[in-house]
C-alpha cells in the first residue's frame, strides 16, 4: 500500500492513475502447464520441476450425490490448504511482464490483487498506456487460462485531482468492455481515494462494526449474560483487529474531527458492554470508566506498538509516545463539558488507565451518575418528580446518594470506615476510591447495596 502511493507521490508525472485488476476464481483456475514452463524459465532444477509435476499429475476432483458418481482430472489450480499452493500462484505472478518504461508506469502484485500505476502529463496519454498495457496482462492471463473481471475492475486518479467522469477499455481490442471510474477503491482491505486522507475508509470502518456490539447487547444485562470481563475480551480480540486493520498505512485519518467523532461513536457500544453503563452517560466518561484510549488514540497507540514490535522504535520511544497519548487524552477529557461527576470520581485518566478495575452496573452508575436516580431519570421524564424519598428531601442524585441519603445510611458508615482505615478523610477528596485496592473495593460493595434493593423502585 506504502509502495503504491509512495511511486505516485515520487512520479514526476502530473497525473497518475491506478487500476487495480479483479481475478475471478485466480487461485482455482490457474494451469498447470504453463507453471512448468515457467519454472523452467526461471531456472529451476529438473529435480524440482520432475517433483511439482509428479505432485500434480493424477489428481481428479469427485463429486457424488445418492447413488450418481462424477470424477474429472484435474489440470488446474492450486491446491488449497497446501504449502505449495501458494508458490505455484507466485510462479505464475512471476510472469506478469515489467512496463515499457519503468518511469511512466509500475506494477504492485500481492497474491491475486494486482494494482497498475501510469503517469502521464495528460490523462488521454496516461490512458492510451494503461490500455496497451492491459494488452499484455490479457495475454498473460490468457496463457494461464485466466480471465480478468472487467465490471469488478476498478480505475481511480491517485495524482492529479481528475473527477470521476472519465472512462477506458479494458486493452485495446476492438469490443473491449469498459472499466469505469471510481472516487475510491477498494485496495488490500482499504479503501483509498486521491487525498490520501483515508475518511471514506474510516466511515467505511464504522458501518462495518456497528453491528457486532448491538448484536452482543442483546446477550447482556444487569446482571446476567456475556460478562463484562467476556466483553473486554471481545473488545480486545475481534472488535479492535478489525478497526486497526492495516493502520500503519491510514492512521493519519484519525487526525480529522469527521473521523474522531465517528470513531468515538462507534467505541461506545464496546464501552457501554465493558462497564454496563447507562446509554445516557457521555463516551467521555465512559472511556475513562473503562480505562480505554479514546479509539482514535488507541489506533495510533497500535501502530506505535506495531512499529516496536518491528524494532523500528525503541521501547522507552513507544513509552514516551503513549504518555503524550495520555497526555492528550487527559487535556480532552477534562476540557469537554461532559461527564463533570465522573471527573470528581476519577479525575486522572492516566491513573485509570494502569489501574485494573472490576466493573459492574451498579459501580458504573456510582462513577458516571447515570443511572437509576431520580434526579436523573426526572431529566428525561421517566419518573414524575426528582425528589428523594428520604426526609431530607432535594433532588435525588448520585452525590446525595453517596453523601447524604438517609436511606443509605449504613453503607455511608461503611465507607467512612473503609476511610478511616485507609488515612482518608470525609467526605471523601476527587480520586479518593482510586487510591487502593481496598477503597475502590469498599465503594463497589456500597454502590451495590445502596442500589440493589431499592424499595421506591
Not at 58 to 66: G, S, V
Not at 137 to 143: E, H, L, Y
Not at 410 to 437: I, N
Request: glycine content about 6%.
Amino acid at each position: 500500500m506504502k509502495s503504491l502511493y509512495n511511486w505516485a507521490n515520487e512520479s514526476k508525472c502530473r497525473h497518475v492513475f491506478g487500476v487495480f485488476l479483479d481475478i475471478p476464481g485466480a487461485f482455482d483456475n490457474v494451469k498447470w502447464s504453463p507453471i512448468l514452463e515457467r519454472l523452467h524459465e526461471i531456472g529451476a532444477s529438473v529435480r524440482s520441476i520432475s517433483i511439482i509435476k509428479s505432485y500434480l499429475d493424477n489428481r481428479h476432483a469427485k463429486l457424488q450425490i445418492e447413488h450418481t458418481v462424477k470424477v474429472k482430472q484435474l489440470t488446474r489450480g492450486c491446491p488449497q490448504g497446501s504449502q505449495l499452493g501458494p508458490t505455484l500462484w507466485k510462479v505464475a505472478m512471476t510472469d506478469v511482464g515489467a512496463p515499457p518504461d519503468r518511469n511512466t508506469q509500475h506494477v504492485i502484485t500481492y497474491a491475486d490483487d494486482i494494482a497498475i500505476l501510469t503517469g502521464a502529463a495528460r490523462p488521454p496519454t496516461a490512458f492510451n498506456r494503461m490500455m496497451e498495457y492491459l494488452n499484455e496482462m490479457k495475454s498473460w492471463a490468457s496463457k494461464y487460462s485466466l480471465e480478468f473481471s472487467a465490471a469488478k475492475t476498478q480505475l481511480m486518479s491517485i495524482k492529479g485531482g481528475l473527477k470521476p467522469t472519465y472512462n477506458i477499455t479494458f486493452g485495446t481490442d476492438d469490443g473491449a468492455a469498459v472499466i469505469e471510474s471510481s472516487s475510491t477503491v477498494k485496495y488490500l482491505g482499504i479503501l483509498l481515494d486521491p487525498r490520501q486522507a483515508y475518511v471514506e475508509h474510516i466511515l467505511a470502518l464504522a458501518h462495518k462494526s456497528k453491528d457486532l456490539y448491538r448484536r452482543l447487547r442483546g446477550m447482556a444485562s444487569a446482571n446476567w449474560g456475556m460478562s463484562r470481563r467476556t466483553a473486554k475480551i471481545i473488545y480486545e480480540g475481534v472488535f479492535l483487529p478489525r478497526i486497526t486493520y492495516a493502520a500503519e498505512v491510514w492512521w493519519e485519518g484519525v487526525t480529522y474531527a469527521k473521523c474522531r467523532k465517528k470513531l468515538c461513536s462507534m467505541q461506545r457500544d464496546p464501552l457501554r458492554a465493558i462497564t454496563s453503563a447507562y446509554n445516557t452517560a457521555s463516551t467521555n466518561c465512559l472511556t475513562d470508566v473503562a480505562g480505554e484510549l479514546p479509539l482514535d488514540l488507541r489506533i495510533i497507540e497500535q501502530v506505535e506498538k506495531r512499529k516496536m514490535k518491528l524494532g523500528l522504535i525503541t521501547p522507552e520511544a513507544f513509552k514516551g509516545k503513549l504518555d503524550e497519548l495520555l497526555e492528550q487524552w487527559q487535556v480532552r477529557y477534562v476540557t469537554t463539558d461532559k461527564g463533570e461527576w465522573t471527573k470528581k470520581m476519577i479525575p486522572s485518566v492516566v491513573e485509570r488507565y494502569h489501574l485494573p478495575m472490576e466493573m459492574d452496573h451498579y459501580t458504573s452508575q456510582i462513577l458516571t451518575g447515570h443511572g437509576d436516580f431520580r434526579g436523573k431519570l426526572y431529566g428525561f421524564k421517566l419518573v414524575n418528580s426528582p425528589t428523594c424519598e428520604c426526609a431530607l428531601g432535594g433532588s435525588e442524585t448520585v452525590a446525595h446518594v453517596l453523601l447524604k441519603c438517609r436511606r443509605t445510611t449504613s453503607q455511608r458508615e461503611e465507607l467512612k470506615q473503609a476511610l478511616e482505615r485507609e488515612g482518608q478523610v470525609w467526605p471523601p477528596e476527587d480520586g479518593v476510591f482510586l487510591k487502593t485496592k481496598a477503597l475502590y473495593e469498599a465503594l463497589r460493595k456500597s454502590a451495590k447495596d445502596s442500589l440493589y434493593n431499592r424499595s421506591d423502585r
